[in-house]
Structure formats: structure tokens, C-alpha cells
């Protein structure tokens, strides 16, 4: 069966980094795209980056532009979010999802299998 494991969360100070690691097994990695998602208490998940399946196209939420950085190894089956310059509004349990198709985008319903979820808090 698919599994995805994420690690790397924590708490950080603001303007602190992190880098989130998801481990993924029982499917063929490299053919589908990634992405991360988070979510906070009461509030519905919300997409944040996501990368195709070479790794050459990415795409961000518009409040993580320029800070958070979405990659993948595909020898190691593993997709990584580098969280830089973090702040308190990044605070949520981040997923990881492996995606249905070679590229994903924002949506929820393009991703087939998800992570546990990995708490990162940014104390002020």
C-alpha cells in the first residue's frame, strides 16, 4: 500500500527555518506530481506547494512566495518543503500529498494519498 511519511517539523522562532521531508512507498514516485498542504484548528487545509514529477515546475500559495521552496529526489522517493523566514501565520500541521497525475495543482481532489501531518509552530 502507498505510504507517506513526513518529518521536520518543530517550533522555530520567527524568521526561523525548517525543512519538512516526506517519504513516500508502494508506488512508482517519479510519474506523479507532489504537493504540501497545512492546516490549522477550525480552518479547512489549504493547498501551499506543489511540483510535477520531474521536478522542473512548481507553484506556490501566494503567501509563501520567495520564502518556502518545494524539490524532490526521485532516487530517494522522497519530496522535501525548505521553510525559510517563517512566521507566526505558518503555524499548522503540514500534509503531504502524492498526486494522481504527472502534474497537480491546488486542489485537494488532484491528490490520492496523504501524509499524517507534521506540526510546525513559529513562536513570535
Known amino acids: 500500500q502507498v505510504q507517506l511519511v513526513e518529518s521536520g517539523g518543530g517550533l522555530v522562532q520567527t524568521g526561523g527555518s525548517l525543512r519538512l521531508s516526506c517519504a513516500v512507498s508502494?508506488?512508482?514516485?517519479?510519474?506523479?506530481?507532489m504537493g504540501w498542504f497545512r492546516q490549522t484548528l477550525g480552518k479547512e487545509r489549504e493547498f501551499v506547494a506543489t511540483?510535477?514529477?520531474?521536478?522542473?515546475?512548481?507553484d506556490y500559495v501566494e503567501s509563501v512566495k520567495g520564502r518556502f521552496t518545494i524539490s524532490r529526489d526521485n532516487a530517494k522517493n522522497t519530496v522535501y518543503l525548505q521553510m525559510n523566514s517563517l512566521k507566526p501565520e505558518d503555524t499548522a500541521v503540514y500534509f503531504c500529498?502524492?498526486?494522481?497525475?504527472?502534474?497537480?495543482?491546488?486542489?485537494?481532489?488532484?491528490?490520492?494519498?496523504w501524509g499524517q501531518g507534521t506540526q510546525v509552530t513559529v513562536s513570535s
Open positions: 511540483i510535477n514529477w520531474r521536478g522542473d515546475s512548481t
Open positions: 508502494g508506488r512508482a514516485f517519479s510519474a506523479y506530481g
Open positions: 500529498a502524492a498526486g494522481l497525475y504527472y502534474t497537480t495543482g491546488t486542489y485537494m481532489r488532484e491528490y490520492g494519498y
